[in-house]
Nanobody, 124 residues
Framework: QEQLVESGGGLVQAGGSLRLSCAAPGGTFRNAGKGWFRQAPGKERECVAGINWSGARTYYADSVKGRFTISRDNAKNTMYLQMNSLNPEDTAVYYC?????????????????WGQGTQVTVSS
């Protein structure tokens, strides 16, 4: 069973940028919607952004609109999250997952095949 693999996390100063990648090398999920979630210490996991199978439709949490951009390259079986203007409140473990149940793209219950997560830390 293929799993998603996140990369690109790290430590960045407030105002900086990072780009996360989510790879599924086997191509199993090439035609599936996907999403990015994050979980900060002591908080529930929350949706950051979602994207449909073609990339034509994207969805963002209000807290990241205008700062984060979700995209995908189906030829490379990879999804991305470009994060700009980062602030300490963005510090969390970021996860990607496959959207397996039709819905709004914002609910964790609509997703499966979670990656292991990548840590993003924003210093003030």
């Amino acid at each position: 069973q293929e799993q998603l693999v996140e990369s690109g996390g790290g430590l960045v100063q407030a105002g900086g940028s990072l780009r996360l990648s989510c790879a599924a090398p086997g191509g199993t999920f090439r035609n599936a919607g996907k999403g990015w979630f994050r979980q900060a210490p002591g908080k529930e996991r929350e949706c950051v952004a979602g994207i449909n199978w073609s990339g034509a439709r994207t969805y963002y949490a209000d807290s990241v609109k205008g700062r984060f951009t979700i995209s995908r390259d189906n030829a490379k079986n990879t999804m991305y999250l470009q994060m700009n203007s980062l602030n300490p409140e963005d510090t969390a473990v970021y996860y990607c997952a496959v959207h397996t149940i039709s819905g709004t793209y914002y609910s964790e219950n609509e997703y499966d095949y979670w990656g292991q997560g990548t840590q993003v830390t924003v210093s003030s």
